[in-house]
């Protein structure tokens, strides 16, 4: 059983950055690979990072956050982060954070377990 806690959202303005951070209780926490997925209002939710377990060593992402977006994970914390910089009004949405066994994937049904959310929101 793993518990995930998000944090670091809030109001920016667009070029702007934030750091999310996603904790994790339980153990074996390397053994998880994350991800990242938002949902925007009345919209589906949508991959955007995910990074492999372990060393970390794949990373993964969204094509409209490529180059904008980085993720890593401390494994001595217990913690995965999405560095986001260069926001844009688009990128606005309760960000997620999820974690499965085995490799990371770009689907939502393919996570196990998923924390509260924190809402980023972006102003133009």
């Known amino acids: 059983q793993v518990q995930l806690v998000e944090s670091g959202g809030g109001l920016v303005q667009a070029g702007g950055s934030l750091r999310l951070s996603c904790a994790a209780s339980g153990r074996a926490f390397i053994t998880y690979a994350m991800g990242w997925f938002r949902q925007a209002p009345g919209k589906e939710r949508e991959f955007v990072s995910a990074i492999s377990r372990w060393s970390g060593g794949n990373t993964y992402y969204a094509d409209s956050v490529k180059g904008r977006f980085t993720i890593s994970r401390d494994n001595a914390k217990n913690t995965v982060y999405l560095q986001m910089n260069n926001l844009k009004p688009e990128d606005t949405a309760v960000y997620y954070c999820?974690?499965?066994?085995?490799?990371?994937?770009?689907?939502?049904?393919?996570?196990?377990?998923w924390g509260q959310g924190t809402q980023v929101t972006v102003s133009s």
């Open positions: 999820a974690a499965r066994l085995g490799p990371p994937v770009v689907v939502t049904t393919g996570y196990d377990y």
